[in-house]
Nanobody, 119 residues
Framework: QVQLVQSGGGLVQPGGSLRLSCVAS????????AGWYRQAPGKQRELVAT???????GYANSVKGRFAISRDNAKNTVSLQMNSLKPEDTAVYYC?????????????WGQGTQVTVAS
């Protein structure tokens, strides 16, 4: 049984910073890729950042230069450092991990965490 637990998030003023973390636990053999998505009220879920096994990262244009995704393979953790936050970054953020567990590859979602950027 694999479980993803997110932490971080909350309320921050425009221009501030937050760090989100996602810890995977259970029978994990390897993590292939991971990403962070977000969903604002009334909008579709969108991909924010990704990191693959090679370490290569990708970002949505709206967050490029402000957000940084990282992974710690030893701790099965994926993090998202968010700087220079804007009100339009307000959303529920979800981590998503593709991993091999118990001989099978599957994808898993975190429970979501609210990020609110407001003065």
């Amino acid at each position: 049984q694999v479980q993803l637990v997110q932490s971080g998030g909350g309320l921050v003023q425009p221009g501030g910073s937050l760090r989100l973390s996602c810890v995977a636990s259970g029978n994990i053999f390897s993590i292939s890729a991971a990403g962070w998505y977000r969903q604002a009220p009334g909008k579709q879920r969108e991909l924010v950042a990704t990191v693959v096994s090679s370490g290569n990262t990708g970002y949505a244009n709206s967050v490029k230069g402000r957000f940084a995704i990282s992974r710690d393979n030893a701790k099965n953790t994926v993090s998202l450092q968010m700087n220079s936050l804007k009100p339009e970054d307000t959303a529920v953020y979800y981590c998503h991990i593709i991993m091999e567990s118990a001989g099978a590859t599957g994808d898993y979602w975190g429970q979501g965490t609210q990020v609110t950027v407001a003065s």
